[in-house]
C-alpha cells in the first residue's frame, strides 16, 4: 500500500524539467547505490546518517526522497524532513519502481564533481547564442539545479576552466562540445541519458538551430530568431541566460504537451 505522502514515477516524471519540478533527494545506501551508479534526472545523493544536519536546508520547499524500494529509508527520512519544516515525499516503488517504469536516469561518471559551496561551476564563451543558452538550461533543469556558469572571452576559456576548476563547454576539443553532425546540447542530452521524448525533439530543433539546418524542425529557424534578439536584447550575458531560460521552459512544454495543437483566427471566435 502506498504512503499517503507518496508520488508515483509516472506524476514525478511529468514535473522533472520543469520549472515547478520538486527538489529530489536519493537516499539509497552505499551497497544500493554502487548496484546501480545511476541517479534520477536532477536528483542529489545525500546520507540517511546525516539527515538531521541538512534537513533544515529545505525548510519550505518541495522534496521526493528516493530510496531503493520506497520503503523504510525514504519513510525515514521524509518524516524527518517534514519535521524540519520541508514539504517533503517519498517516491513511491523508489528507484526501483523509476528504473522499471523504463524512465531516463543519469550515470553518475558523467557528472562533474560539485563545487563547496554547492553545485556544479561551468564555462563557456560569452555572448551566448543558441547552445550557450540551452545546455545551461538543460543541466539546471535535468542535471544540477543548482548549477553555475562563467561566460569568458573564448580564449580564456581552457585557462578559466583549469584555474577554476569548472566544466569547459561548447567550445573545439573538450568532452562536452559539438561531434559531428551533433551539437553540444545533443551531446549532453544522449551523455546523461536525458532519453525523454519531448527532450529528443527539443534537442533536434536546438541542433536546426545552431547548426542552420532549419529543414531538421520547422521551429528551429523560429528559435534562432527568438535567440538573437535576445543576444540584441541583453548586454550581460547572465542576464540573457535568465531570460533565454524561460524561452526553453516554453519550448519544452509545447513539445511534451501541445506539439499536435494546432491555432487559427477562425477556430478562436473570428469573423469567418
Not at 559551496?117 to 551566448?128: D, E, F, M
Not at 569548472?166 to 559539438?178: L, M, Q, R, Y
Not at 541566460?241 to 506539439?259: C, I, K, S
Amino acid at each position: 500500500m502506498a504512503s499517503y505522502n507518496a508520488i508515483s514515477p509516472e506524476k514525478l516524471a511529468r514535473l522533472v524539467g520543469t520549472p515547478k519540478a520538486p527538489v529530489l533527494i536519493d537516499v539509497r545506501d552505499d551497497v544500493d547505490f554502487a548496484a546501480a551508479r545511476l541517479l534520477l534526472p536532477a536528483s542529489s545523493r545525500r546520507s540517511h546518517t546525516t539527515v538531521t544536519d541538512w534537513a533544515d536546508t529545505y525548510r519550505g520547499r518541495w522534496v521526493v526522497v528516493v530510496c531503493q524500494k520506497g520503503r523504510k529509508l525514504s519513510e525515514g527520512v521524509t518524516a524527518l524532513l517534514r519535521l524540519h519544516g520541508a514539504q517533503a515525499e517519498i517516491l513511491e516503488g523508489g528507484f526501483e519502481a523509476w528504473r522499471l517504469a523504463g524512465l531516463p536516469l543519469v550515470p553518475v561518471e558523467r557528472l562533474p564533481e560539485e563545487k563547496t559551496a554547492g553545485g556544479t561551476l561551468w564555462v563557456t564563451r560569452s555572448r551566448p547564442k543558441i547552445d550557450r543558452v540551452a545546455c545551461p538550461w538543460l543541466i539546471r533543469r535535468f542535471v544540477d539545479p543548482d548549477a553555475t556558469f562563467l561566460y569568458v572571452s573564448a580564449p580564456e576559456v581552457p585557462a578559466v576552466a583549469e584555474r577554476f576548476s569548472a566544466v569547459p563547454f561548447d567550445i573545439e576539443g573538450v568532452f562536452w562540445s559539438h561531434r559531428e553532425s551533433l551539437c553540444t546540447f545533443d551531446v549532453m542530452v544522449e551523455e546523461f541519458g536525458l532519453s525523454f521524448p519531448a527532450l529528443l525533439q527539443l534537442a533536434r530543433i536546438v541542433r536546426g538551430a545552431d547548426t542552420d539546418r532549419h529543414d531538421i524542425e520547422p521551429q528551429a529557424a523560429g528559435l534562432l530568431a527568438v535567440s538573437l534578439g535576445l543576444s540584441r536584447m541583453y548586454a550581460d550575458d547572465l542576464e540573457q541566460l535568465e531570460a533565454g531560460m524561460l524561452v526553453y521552459d516554453a519550448l519544452y512544454r509545447w513539445a511534451r504537451d501541445a506539439a499536435d495543437e494546432k491555432h487559427d483566427w477562425v477556430s478562436h471566435g473570428g469573423r469567418k
